[in-house]
Antibody
Framework: EVQLLESGGGLVQPGGSLRLSCAAS????????MSWVRQAPGKGLEWVSV????????IYADSVKGRFTISRDNSKNTLYLQMNSLRAEDTAVYYC?????????????WGQGTLVTVSS | DIQMTQSPSSVSASVGDRVTITCRAS??????LAWYQQKPGKAPKLLIY???SLHSGVPSRFSGSGSGTDFTLTISSLQPEDFATYYC?????????FGQGTKVEIK
């Protein structure tokens, strides 16, 4: 059974930083692309970033480009999202999701999400 | 970026009803479309991928169709556990984009 467990969310001041983690199990982590998707309170889903299976390719939404960095450690089956220069509009539940086919594919399984609140 | 537009934004239906949700892409995406179900406070769940392929474990009352720019999600006989919000997502090109969601409510 695929399991994805996010952690690292919390309350941070505008301009601050936070690092999210996503621990994966139940599938061959090193063979699948992984994404972060977020959902602001009461709003819809917004894709944030994707990383290829090897980690050699990373792509970002314009809204986070230059501020967020996605990475992975295939030896630890863990995905990361380093978030810098956080803004109020980054407040959301952040989900990690695996993509079986590649960087442009459906999100096969999702974690339970971790809430990031950016506020003074 | 490819814009995804769902309709309706919400629908009221009764148990046993047939429900249809549509999704339109701003440009052709072949069959690279997925549908998700999300219940309050929970993560989304994949229902359909490649426009019409049922994800493992998803009941057969869910079906998807379409290609190019116009797509449909159909629930053939609505069950109590189906009341939720449904999202479409294009998987044709980056950035990956979602529709705004359709809330299926109890009539």
């Amino acid at each position: 059974e695929v399991q994805l467990l996010e952690s690292g969310g919390g309350l941070v001041q505008p301009g601050g930083s936070l690092r999210l983690s996503c621990a994966a199990s139940g599938f061959t982590f090193s063979s699948q692309a992984m994404s972060w998707v977020r959902q602001a309170p009461g709003k819809g889903l917004e894709w944030v970033s994707v990383i290829s299976a090897s980690g050699g390719r990373t792509i970002y939404a314009d809204s986070v480009k230059g501020r967020f960095t996605i990475s992975r450690d295939n030896s630890k089956n863990t995905l990361y999202l380093q978030m810098n220069s956080l803004r109020a509009e980054d407040t959301a539940v952040y989900y990690c999701a695996n993509q079986v086919v590649g960087v442009t594919s459906a999100f096969d399984s999702w974690g339970q999400g971790t809430l990031v609140t950016v506020s003074s | 970026d490819i814009q995804m537009t769902q309709s309706p934004s919400s629908v009221s239906a009764s148990v046993g009803d047939r429900v249809t949700i549509t999704c339109r892409a701003s440009q052709g995406i072949s069959s690279w479309l997925a549908w998700y179900q999300q219940k309050p406070g929970k993560a989304p769940k994949l229902l359909i991928y490649s426009a019409s392929s049922l994800h493992s474990g998803v009941p057969s009352r869910f079906s998807g169709s379409g290609s190019g720019t116009d797509f449909t999600l159909t629930i053939s006989s609505l069950q109590p556990e189906d009341f939720a919000t449904y999202y479409c997502q294009q998987a044709n090109s980056l950035p990956l984009t979602f529709g705004q969601g359709t809330k299926v409510e109890i009539k």
